[in-house]
Antibody, heavy 124, light 108 residues
Framework: QVQLQESGPGLVKPSETLSLTCTVS????????WSWIRQPAGKGLEWIGR???????NYNPSLKSRVTMSVDTSKNQFSLRLSSVTAADTAVYYC??????????????????WGQGTLVTVSS | EIVMTQSPATLSLSPGERATLSCRAS???????LSWYQQKPGQAPRLLIY???TRATGIPARFSGSGSGTDFTLTISSLQPEDFAVYYC?????????FGGGTKVEIK
């Protein structure tokens, strides 16, 4: 059974960089895109972006200038960095498994496995 | 960016009743790229439907999805107590994934 676990600081100061890591267990990080999604308290879901093991990324245009994603296949992990954070970035951050890729093509399968989420608060 | 609009915002129904949730896209979306999720308080979302109508692994048959183009529907044939939750639709077109605002299904 694939499991995902987010980790990182729960408190980040304004203007600093939020850094989170998602560790995948029970399956390989290969052959899939991996996404980050966030959810402010009481609000809906916002997709942040996705990464493939090749390093290929897609980012939400509204966050693109501040987002960097990376992947470490040796550790079965992928990471998110969000710079210049403000209180508006306070949210529960989720990682999730995304599209399956094979033979140069990718097939949308929904976000089928999710981490439990981690609350990140931006405050001084 | 494709905007996904869900209606109604809240649906008040009794156990055993049929729930029909709507999701409308601001432009045509391939059914291939349309998914539905269920979220309960304090939990991560759970994938219910992908490809507009394919149930994810372990999802009961009372959940069904349909639609094409700009209009999609999630139907719960007979609400069970554990189905009262928030439901989100999501599309993934042109490498940009967006969610609808959600429909809360509450007990009447």
């Amino acid at each position: 059974q694939v499991q995902l676990q987010e980790s990182g600081p729960g408190l980040v100061k304004p203007s600093e960089t939020l850094s989170l890591t998602c560790t995948v267990s029970g399956g390989s990080i290969s052959s899939y895109y991996w996404s980050w999604i966030r959810q402010p308290a009481g609000k809906g879901l916002e997709w942040i972006g996705r990464i493939y093991i090749s390093g290929s990324t897609n980012y939400n245009p509204s966050l693109k200038s501040r987002v960097t994603m990376s992947v470490d296949t040796s550790k079965n992990q992928f990471s998110l960095r969000l710079s210049s954070v403000t209180a508006a970035d306070t949210a529960v951050y989720y990682c999730a498994r995304d599209s399956y890729c094979s033979g140069g093509s990718c097939y949308p399968t929904g976000l089928d496995y999710w981490g439990q989420g981690t609350l990140v608060t931006v405050s001084s | 960016e494709i905007v996904m609009t869900q209606s109604p915002a809240t649906l008040s129904l009794s156990p055993g009743e049929r729930a029909t949730l709507s999701c409308r896209a601001s432009q045509s979306v391939s059914s291939y790229y349309l998914s539905w999720y269920q979220q309960k308080p304090g939990q991560a979302p759970r994938l219910l439907i992908y490809g507009a109508s394919t149930r994810a692994t372990g999802i009961p048959a009372r959940f069904s999805g349909s639609g094409s183009g700009t209009d999609f529907t999630l139907t719960i044939s007979s609400l069970q107590p554990e189905d009262f939750a928030v439901y989100y639709c999501q599309q993934d077109y042109n490498f940009l994934l967006t969610f609808g605002g959600g429909t809360k299904v509450e007990i009447k």
